[in-house]
């Protein structure tokens, strides 16, 4: 073989070699594998959209959602590594953190303010409840104990002069809503979209409640969240994972594209076509905020749910 075509072998070699390690690295990078759990709920519209568009497979990110019954059951998944991010409710991460695991919110999803409509306590149409004193004595499903819902709606009880205490709570998923008030083995459901509209719809329940005339600052509703172990191990995926949910949020808070966020829910919350298509959408926020965080701690040690000093600031990624 001639100098020249050993020459040129070598460079064929060297930069066979250095397409490979680009193409490796390419790989790799797609590699990236997050599987977030989520729950039956159109609060992760962002998240959705944020698959749905693309935003995390331009980032590198191979992002997968799996649907869980509760909302609770999401730290124990991301403790065991079996899931990487977890919807979970605020008041869920908060209370994981109180009882010693480390979870951290990489990003947000949806915010509740002051007489929101967007969920509430329906009641069985054959037992309708118009006070909150109607609440005593009554058998409530919620969509899990001390998460968001349960907790707002026993906020407002205490608010309104009703001792929790004298209600009793039972954990349902979202989707077994409409089937346990026309069962008859509840009294109420404290529900939200898109399973509202569905029960309203199908006449089986009324609307007691949207328990949220006693708020007094906006507060976050989801927290995307991982272990701490898994950011900081992780500081990449986690910051590309949260730009992706700040790009599908400015989508979603835009008016005129409503459809893209109905589709996305669409997809991944069965529903039939008219409860789709007849769904309200709230607003949504990428970002947990320290004072929506301070919010729920306040609002958690008044109702006994948590019993260590935490330092919000500590509950999001850097």
């Not at 519209?45 to 959602?65: H, P, S």
Request: hydrophobic residues 45%.
């Amino acid at each position: 073989m001639g100098t020249g075509i050993r020459t040129s072998a070598r460079i064929w070699l060297a930069a066979a070699m250095g397409i490979a390690a680009m193409a490796a690295g390419t790989v790799a990078q797609a590699q990236t594998k997050i599987t977030v759990a989520y729950t039956a709920s159109a609060d992760f519209a962002t998240g959705f959209i944020a698959a749905e568009q693309g935003l995390f497979k331009k980032r590198g990110l191979d992002v997968e959602f799996k649907l869980v019954p509760l909302n609770p059951q999401i730290p124990a998944a991301l403790q065991s590594d079996s899931m990487q991010i977890g919807g979970t409710t605020t008041p869920v991460q908060i209370q994981a953190v109180d009882g010693g695991l480390d979870l951290v919110a990489v990003a947000a999803s949806g915010i509740t303010r002051r007489n929101d409509t967007l969920f509430g306590v329906l009641a069985r149409a054959e037992a309708p409840i118009t006070t909150p004193q109607g609440f005593i004595g009554k058998r409530v499903g919620t969509p899990g104990l001390g998460a968001f819902l349960h907790v707002m709606f026993r906020q407002w009880l205490i608010d309104k002069g009703v001792d929790p205490k004298q209600v009793t709570f039972i954990e349902v998923g979202f989707p077994q809503h409409l089937d346990v008030l026309k069962a008859g083995t509840i009294d109420a459901v404290i529900t939200g979209e898109p399973f509202a509209t569905r029960i309203l719809q199908a006449g089986v329940g009324v609307l007691a409640t949207h328990f949220t005339d006693n708020l007094t600052t906006d507060l976050p509703i989801i927290t995307y969240a991982s272990t701490r172990a898994w950011a900081d191990k992780n500081p990449k995926a986690a910051k590309d994972f949260r730009e992706a949910i700040a790009e599908a949020t400015a989508i979603a808070n835009d008016p005129k594209n409503v459809e893209i966020v109905r589709a996305a829910v669409g997809k991944f919350i069965a529903l039939p076509p008219p409860v789709l298509q007849s769904l309200v959408f709230g607003k949504w926020q990428a970002e947990p905020t320290l004072d929506g965080l301070r919010a729920w701690v306040r609002m958690m040690k008044g109702q006994g749910m948590i019993q260590t000093d935490i330092d919000v600031a500590k509950l999001i990624v850097k």
